[in-house]
């Protein structure tokens, strides 16, 4: 088994699969060291062609394979794909329209975050070698023990894609992925930007003077990790985020009695970076300050009436066979105890009529939950 290492052999399979009307995706690659990840392996394949595609090659210009990811007449088809549109979006080539078999098998009922070798266990019989999963997909050469297992990853999918949309057509679900897919092609899922660093963390003080470092911590960071290519906990951990927003060092010894930081980190270049960071901040803390809309104060959540929905939800999902986690979050279920009109997708279109209409009738007292045996029922009542 030989991977594709030329730009000539990749346009030659390009070609091959240019007219399919989808194409299964994968990717292999490492990240534990590094920022961005290191691209190592792509496979590819539709119902008539496969191949492993070699980025690592210095021969190789992946622009006709990036080419097709972007091309709106093939169907991308990927199994738990947030990472791979990641690495293809940092290249430039945001795949579109794409289809996510882990999404569709939760609709399909398959269960919560199925993973690949048991969904293709249960649909198409095949039984995967998992010998190879922990390969180091960056050494060169691969075997072809660890390269049939590689390649496995999209011509088992090719097999499954269509049995589950099948599946999905003859359940009438098909329309309820439509969305969901559409959503993971979303930029904002996969935004690097380090001045939105500070909104994957979770800030403990709302002060003006606490949010304005924070925001330039969290910044200065990314664009460090970014920069070195390595993971942002090598640079900082995200407690040393907000320790240092709340403790204001401003001189290398009271970095030194932060318990986030390494002895020494003061008196070192990110500890001089980062004092220069926090005096810019609090020297205009409302420039600096990210505008952050103030909650609400919290409300009592009646819990026995979240209780309640859970169960309405696990009864209503094993009626339907499809997964809780695609109906709705346990954040979901707070909001509707609270409020009959609350902004949560449960309560909007296809969740609403297997779930979300049912969760108001339970309040309303117009449906009980009723234990018949060892069964949990939904009884209607007058």
Not at 34 to 63: E, F, G, N
Not at 80 to 100: H, K, S, W
Not at 241 to 262: K, N, Y
Not at 364 to 379: D, F, I, P, Q, S
Request: hydrophobic share 40%.
């Amino acid at each position: 088994m030989t991977p594709i290492t030329n730009t000539k052999a990749l346009i030659q399979f390009c070609e091959q699969i240019s007219s399919a009307p989808f194409i299964t995706v994968d990717t292999e690659f490492m990240r534990e060291t590094t920022y961005w990840p290191k691209l190592c392996l792509i496979q590819a394949a539709s119902a008539d062609h496969s191949a492993i595609i070699d980025p690592l090659s210095k021969d190789l210009d992946l622009k006709p394979f990036l080419d097709i990811l972007t091309d709106p007449k093939i169907l991308k088809v990927f199994h738990a794909c947030r990472q791979d549109i990641e690495i293809f979006y940092n290249l430039g080539a945001m795949p579109t329209p794409v289809f996510d078999t882990q999404v569709a098998a939760m609709a399909a009922g398959f269960g919560d975050q199925v993973a690949y070798d048991s969904l293709v266990r249960q649909v198409v019989k095949i039984e995967i070698d998992k010998g190879s999963r922990f390969t180091d997909w960056s050494r060169r050469p691969l075997s072809d023990q660890q390269l049939h297992y590689a390649l496995g990853d999209v011509t088992h999918l090719a097999k499954v894609y269509p049995k589950l949309v099948d599946k999905l057509v003859a359940q009438k679900r098909y329309e309820w992925v439509a969305a969901e897919m559409a959503d993971l092609t979303d930029p904002k899922l996969y935004n690097t930007s380090p001045d939105d660093a500070w909104k994957r963390l979770r800030p403990r003080k709302h002060s003006t003077k606490y949010m304005a470092v924070f925001k330039e911590v969290a910044a200065w960071r990314e664009r460090v990790a970014q920069e070195r290519d390595q993971p942002r906990g090598r640079i900082l951990k995200d407690e040393g985020v907000d320790e240092i927003a709340t403790q204001l060092p401003l001189d290398a010894g009271a970095f030194d009695r932060l318990r986030s930081t390494p002895k020494g980190f003061g008196a070192s270049k990110f500890g001089s970076e980062l004092i220069e960071v926090i005096r810019q901040a609090l020297d205009d803390p409302d420039a600096y300050a990210p505008k952050v809309e103030k909650s609400a104060p919290p409300v009592q959540v009646p819990g026995s009436v979240v209780e309640l929905l859970k169960v309405l939800l696990k009864v209503r999902c094993e009626e339907e066979g499809v997964a809780p986690k695609l109906i709705a979050s346990v954040s979901e279920l707070e909001k509707i105890a609270l409020d009959d009109e609350a902004d949560v997708p449960s309560l909007q279109g296809w969740r609403r009529k297997v779930f979300g209409e049912d969760a108001l009738r339970l309040k309303r007292g117009e449906l009980a939950l009723v234990l018949n045996g060892t069964k949990v029922e939904l009884v209607e009542l007058d």
